[in-house]
């Protein structure tokens, strides 16, 4: 998830030990990853679920919460994403890279997408999904803005939406992507299908 966050420009897991005198006397504790952010500052953060903190791991958290308070970054504890967010963000990981970019599908792309449609209905107007496919979640991986559906108001009250599609065809890298964007919000959980077996493929021998 960090590689997504366009907030983070680098990270790294367990960077360091934190040493401190517990009610045990002399403990250790290892953070999970530290993120620097783009505007220069540092997060530090565990991740464990509520269910799974004792008394020892809170006592580990709150002594890096200040230990980090000290020298000017910031503490968070997570329990981690949601399946489906995570989900979305690991299939979209496969399309990170420049190579699966090109400018002149994503163009067409944006203008296709102006509007709301089916994802293989938009792509196929453009060409072979093989091909546009891989370009399309390149641009999802890298928070380019496809067409918005307006956000809900308070009593359902309908309103025009006045979001605009970004004017920029271009594929940046993760490290250089903006607008942070949750994959979870573009592409639905779908119905799990017992897969059948492929037949095994034919070869026919040279002569």
Request: charged residues 20%; hydrophobic residues 35%.
């Amino acid at each position: 998830m960090l590689d997504f966050d366009s907030a983070v420009i680098a990270f790294s897991s367990q960077p360091f030990w934190l040493y401190c005198n517990g009610g045990k006397g002399q403990r250790r504790h290892a953070p999970d990853f530290f993120a620097r952010l783009a505007h220069g500052g540092g997060v530090v953060l565990d991740v464990r679920p509520d269910d799974r903190i004792d008394a020892s791991a809170a006592e580990a958290f709150a002594v890096t919460a200040k230990a980090c308070a000290e020298v000017g970054w910031e503490f968070r504890r997570t329990g981690g994403p949601p399946m489906v967010l995570a989900a979305n963000v690991r299939w979209l990981a496969g399309y990170r890279h420049s190579r699966c970019g090109c400018e002149a599908i994503a163009a067409e792309l944006l203008q296709v997408f102006n509007k709301p449609m089916p994802l293989l209905t938009g792509s196929r107007e453009i060409g072979d999904p093989i091909a546009v496919l891989p370009v399309l979640y390149h641009l999802l991986w890298c928070h380019v803005h496809f067409h918005r559906r307006p956000r809900p108001v308070p009593h359902r009250v309908p309103t025009p939406s006045t979001n605009r599609p970004s004017s920029s065809g271009q594929c940046r890298p993760s490290t250089s992507c903006h607008r942070p964007w949750r994959a979870s919000r573009l592409l639905e959980p779908t119905r799990t299908r017992s897969r059948q077996p492929r037949p095994a493929p034919r070869l026919s021998a040279r002569r």
